[in-house]
């Protein structure tokens, strides 16, 4: 068993957030450009939240949804920075490295709590009778 860098798992999610765009239709087809911009920002949960509204009054709901994947790759991506920095001797100290990793492990099970509603919503349209 090999163990994922935390990195990888953030790209990995953007990469499946690339293929949900494809999926949405026409609205999706314009979401798809946000995941491959990559993680630019590293603000917390509670900001990406209050990333709704600006999507509610004009975005998509795939940009949003991009957006918030993006900040979760950047929250896992600096916990895997400030992770190795500790590990290899460098200037983080012990709190920083927990309240990273913390904080990655929560907007990564809220990430996971997202996805199983969409699937489950998804299954849920799809057993639908015309």
Do not use: C, H, W
């Not at 860098?5 to 999926?23: F, K, R």
């Not at 993006?70 to 200037?91: E, H, R, V």
Request: hydrophobic share 50%; proline share 2%.
């Amino acid at each position: 068993m090999s163990i994922l860098p935390i990195g990888a798992i953030g790209s990995a999610a953007s990469s499946m957030l690339g293929s949900l765009g494809q999926v949405g239709g026409a609205a999706g087809a314009a979401g798809t450009a946000a995941p491959a911009a990559g993680a630019a920002g590293t603000a917390g949960a509670a900001s990406t939240i209050g990333a709704t509204d600006a999507a509610g009054a004009g975005g998509s709901f795939v940009d949003s949804l991009g957006q918030a994947m993006q900040s979760l790759n950047g929250q896992l991506n600096t916990a895997d920075a400030s992770m190795a920095d500790f590990a290899s001797g460098g200037s983080a100290d012990i709190q920083t490295v927990m309240l990273d990793m913390q904080e990655a492990s929560i907007g990564l099970k809220v990430g996971i709590a997202v996805r199983d509603k969409l699937l489950e919503a998804y299954s849920e349209i799809m057993r639908l009778q015309i």
